[in-house]
């Protein structure tokens, strides 16, 4: 069992309500190989919502109290994306998830590269918070490019 995702499966749960609907990671839902999960929903935040990038480290580093998630206009959304983490593990441990599916980039979802909390664009290596809260209880996390590498490279 996987857990994905919510916008990569055609959820408009976007932050700008839109979704980053990829068929193949839908169909895994379809065939109940998967599960799907929005944390920044689950974390309480509404949609649309302001975005929101990391500021000052990574997920790990936000996990550890050293970072914290804001959004563009200033507002500490630290607690929701740290709750929101909190229930996506949940969700994974209780359908026994050994492999995640997180959509790059995002301040949750991330797994090889997140905005850089400047609010330019720019990127840095690291984690979302929700993909290093995954990580650190085993579940292996793969975003949308690095899933279909594997799965070439198998
Ligand atoms: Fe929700 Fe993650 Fe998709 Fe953002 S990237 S909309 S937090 S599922």
Redesign the pocket.
Known sequence: MKVI????VG?Q???DGDD?LIREFQEMVERGEAVF?????LGGLSTPRPPAEIVGGTGEDVLAGRAKVITDGGEDVTHQFLK?AEQALQMAQLVGAKEAI??ER?P??GSTLIYDGTFTAGKRAGDGV?SALLKRHGIDVYSEETYSKRKSNN
């Open positions: 995702s919510a916008c990569l959820c749960c976007r932050y980053n999960v929005c944390p920044e929903q929101g997180l959509k995002s949750s979802c929700t």
